[in-house]
């Protein structure tokens, strides 16, 4: 029996949701773009209109390394001009302008702002000029070295709308474990993804389930192909989604989403609330909450049993011409695949998880050993014979093989909040010495 995760959901949809300070940037570098089009062109002011993620309410926030970004449409182009002149003259326009001459970059369907990272994060706005077609109002848009081809965004845009409040909260999240789990190089355009995600997504309330039989339908449909499927726009049938999709994406895609099946599976068969959203969090990453230490009774424990580097026959000399820090890797993912960053911040990790530490030496004028130490602390522990370890050791893999001193693996066993630190040592003489490094572990029961 799955449990109710509907508050965990709540949280994540909010978290990766558009806010501010985003959308007060967003807003206004678009209202700024539309008012230098419409004078431009000499065009009504609805003849410029915003298009994608952002206008159909299924943006999200870019993970790390991602940018923010919006699509601009203007109306804009005469019959006889054209593809890639109209881009051109666009381009012009834009250089001719103080605010945007150093923000141009040239692009084969559009033209690129790209403006400057800061605080917010990175941010663009594509502008596309399109044309219509008289007899018919039918738009097209330009593609360099490929003329004119149809498009309908404000179409688009209403079809969105009329899917649903379910269909946005699915997107969104699909959206987000695409971005976790794909490569920019290799990930699925929004638009395949939205309307893949109508054909085959449930009209069940509840967000776990409804995700879950998501991924299990989308798998069971494409896990046979050799090749991507045909996707037609739902609103311009001549129009193929994934003409571009090439063998290779298209085969990490259904990678992903057998991996998908497997753990929103999990997260549904009968585990408790914590080893259900810890699985969610496997998909959907960081932004999908977990509970705290304290709600789960972990906490730091005595850990005088510790050894001493006088024990060890060593002499504290803390040089500041030496200085180390431990950074950490989680492996994630079915078969532990996939690493991300374990940040030292109460992050909760459940039992049998691997973690490969990394001795950051910030600097170190003289050669130097590196020495690890690692203290358990707490009942669970403490109940097994030599749980509480504390002995400073050379750095080793899983199997307690000897490795680069610099590195060390660790596998997580033992309920409660334990601790490592790297030392560096020269001639007997502790000469840095990290910050404990905390770890909490989650173990049911």
């Not at 005088?304 to 950074?327: F, I």
């Not at 909760?348 to 530490?357: G, P």
Request: proline share 5%; net charge negative; charged share 25%.
């Amino acid at each position: 029996m799955s449990v109710d995760l509907s508050q965990y959901f709540k949280v994540f949809l909010d978290n990766i949701a558009l806010g501010e300070p985003q959308i007060g940037r967003m807003d206004s570098a678009a209202d700024i773009v539309s008012e230098f089009l419409t004078a431009a062109y000499s065009i009504p002011q609805a003849n410029v209109f915003l298009q994608g993620s952002y206008a159909n309410h299924t943006a999200v926030e870019p993970v790390e390394g991602g940018e923010y970004d919006i699509d601009i449409a203007a109306v804009c182009v005469g019959p006889n001009v054209s593809s890639d002149n109209a881009l051109n003259q666009l381009e012009s326009l834009f250089k001719a302008d103080g605010r945007f001459k150093d923000r141009v970059k040239t692009k084969k369907p559009c033209v690129r702002l790209q403006y400057a990272n800061d605080e917010v994060g990175s941010f663009h706005v594509d502008v596309v000029p399109v044309r219509m077609i008289s007899e018919s109002a039918q738009l097209e848009a330009p593609r360099r070295g490929e003329g004119w081809k149809p498009t309908a965004p404000y179409e688009y845009t209403n079809w969105c709308e009329q899917q649903g409040p379910l269909f946005v909260r699915t997107v969104m999240a699909m959206k987000r474990w695409r971005d976790e789990q794909q490569t920019v190089r290799t990930a699925v355009k929004s638009i395949v993804l939205q309307v893949l995600t109508s054909q085959h997504m449930p009209r069940i309330e509840d967000d776990a389930l409804r995700l879950s039989e998501t991924f299990k339908s989308m798998y069971q449909s494409l896990k046979g192909l050799n090749a991507p499927p045909t996707v037609l726009n739902p609103v311009l049938s001549s129009e193929n989604l994934t003409k571009n999709w090439t063998t290779e994406s298209f085969k990490s895609f259904v990678k992903e989403l057998d991996e998908a099946v497997v753990w929103s599976q999990v997260a549904n068969e009968g585990m408790n609330e914590v080893e259900a959203a810890d699985a969610w969090r496997e998909l959907l990453g960081d932004d999908f909450p977990i509970k705290k230490p304290n709600e789960l009774g972990i906490q730091l424990f005595d850990f005088s049993h510790a050894e001493t580097p006088g024990q060890k026959g060593w002499s504290e000399n803390l040089d500041p011409n030496y200085r180390v820090e431990v950074t950490a890797t989680l492996l994630r993912g079915r078969g532990g695949q996939r690493a991300k960053p374990l940040l030292d911040d109460g992050t909760v990790i459940l039992t049998d998880r691997k973690i490969h530490f990394r001795a950051n030496i910030k600097a170190a004028p003289r050669h130097v050993e590196i020495w690890w130490q690692v203290a358990n602390t707490g009942p669970h522990a403490q109940s097994d014979t030599g749980g509480l370890r504390g002995e400073i050791f050379k750095g080793k893999d899983l199997d307690s093989k000897k490795i680069d001193e610099g590195e060390n693996w660790e596998g997580t066993k033992y309920h409660g909040t334990h601790l490592i630190r790297v030392m560096l040592v020269r001639d007997s003489n502790v000469v840095a010495c990290s910050d404990w490094f905390q770890v909490n572990i989650y173990a049911k029961g």
